[in-house]
């Protein structure tokens, strides 16, 4: 089978971590992977953090838990979180940045990696603190939080694949 079909057909939402960190070689594949998704008119309005700071990333995590209404960790233990982000005047921002993290999950588990998409980060850079820490990295403009790619090495296997529904194409 091809490499691409094969990994599309065997990636898996994972939620469970070793704390192991993930070199940053494999990081930046992963990375530059979303680099090359499509974008509406090729605008590329995507822009991605990088968090393997444990401070950080579990400062992300308390965000996005209490937007969930919980104090779990919505990340998994997951060491590293590449959040995706988009400028919020592009029309087809959700959809960019959609397809970047497609892509970046994808790549992730090529490379051996296992990946999860955690949401609310919408949620969490409309906030004064997520607005703040952009302002801080030296990101200008308006952007919009798509979602959070959870990264690291599975701990586990990976669960079954579920069976695929019925009626997913019609032809004319």
Known sequence: MNEVLNAIQTRRSVRKFKPDPVPQALLDQVMEAGTWAASGRGRQPV?????????????????????????ADPFFGAPAVLV????????????????????MMLAAHSLGLGTCWIHRAK???????????????????????IGHC???????????????KENWVYRI
């Not at 949620?123 to 939080?145: H, P």
């Not at 959870?150 to 695929?164: C, D, Q, S």
């Open 123 to 145: 949620e969490e850079f409309e906030t004064s603190e997520g607005k703040a820490l952009l302002q801080k990295l030296g990101i200008e403009g308006e952007y919009e939080g």
């Open 84 to 103: 995706v982000l988009a400028q919020k005047d592009i029309s087809t921002r959700v959809y960019d940045g959609s397809l970047v993290m497609g892509n």
């Open 47 to 71: 822009i991605i953090l990088a968090v393997t700071g444990k401070e950080t990333r579990d400062m992300l995590s308390r965000w996005n838990a209490g937007i969930l209404g919980s104090t």
């Open 150 to 164: 959870i990264i690291g090495w599975p701990e586990g296997e990976p669960p079954a694949p579920k069976a695929r």
